[in-house]
């Protein structure tokens, strides 16, 4: 009989519910014991896991969160750990823990299966930034926030005549910026992939306004680089802040900036994201079964494809060359 372990772990995003009740669906079906263990790694380290039956996963498909919990922890805490989660596992009699999360839980679930603690990875978060996967179940969701802020954001933006620079999450990566951007109809998006000067953004707003435009939309991603940042509660620079006052000095124009922060990771998984968490789901329990570990289980042209954790946590997720380039005729 297999015992299989799921738990959600690194940031929230839409989907991970609907991806847990794949999981758990496919794996009644095939009648092994499923456990569900709270609170990502740091639960499983604790010990806290609980047996699953199907009324644990009922009607929770549209939820938003993770109705496990979830936390972030590095590899260094599965190194100092390894010797307490293997024996969590062992006394339990769990034979493969399915990971449902970010960039963070990839690399965790690496070390784990690197000695021999068997894990399938499930990529959920809506930074889109893990390796292996076109689309990350959480993405759809989260951009359709971001162009769900735009529309509103423009009429205010047009009866007051304003930049609106609106701040979306990407530390490394602007899959967020440039989709949920184009989407809502950005009159320029700032990317870290691809930064330019403050010169070259000013002379586009001044632009802008002189063929009669008299508001813009500017998307930044939180992990574009600017000169000078105005500082969060963390202490964490905030690039929509340091760019509206490099662009205040610059152009003359008034400006406003909107972050929009947790309200990514929030609410209802769309239909994309569903029906993405649920073939995957389906597709790491179908795996597993065949003996299959230490992978990620993404979709890449519309096919489910396997990649090898150590690659997913090594190699970058990048924005095509050409989707920037045809972006850029909107802006």
Known sequence: MRRIA??????????????????ARRSFELGYDVLMVRDGFEGLVRGDIEIMNKKTVSGILPLGGS??????????FAVQNLAKIR???????????????DRSAVAVAAVLDANSIPCVVVPNTIDNDIFGTDFSIGFDSAITTISDALDKLHSTASAHHRVMIVEVMGRQSG????????AGGADFIAIPEQPVSIETLATHLKQRKEEGKDFSIVVVAEGYPVATHEPTIAGRPVAGYGLAEALASTTNLSMRVTVLGYLQRGGSPTVFDRLLATRLGLAAVNAMREGKSGILVGEIGQRVAFTDLREATTQPHVIPADIVLEAKTFY
């Open 6 to 23: 799921i738990m959600t772990a690194g940031a929230d995003a839409p989907g991970m519910n609907a991806a847990i009740r794949s999981v």
């Open 67 to 76: 109705i496990f919990g979830s936390s972030r922890v590095s590899p260094e």
């Open 87 to 101: 024996g969590v596992l062992e006394s339990n009699s769990i034979t493969t823990s399915i990971i449902i999360g």
């Open 175 to 182: 899959w967020l910026a440039l989709y949920g951007g184009l």
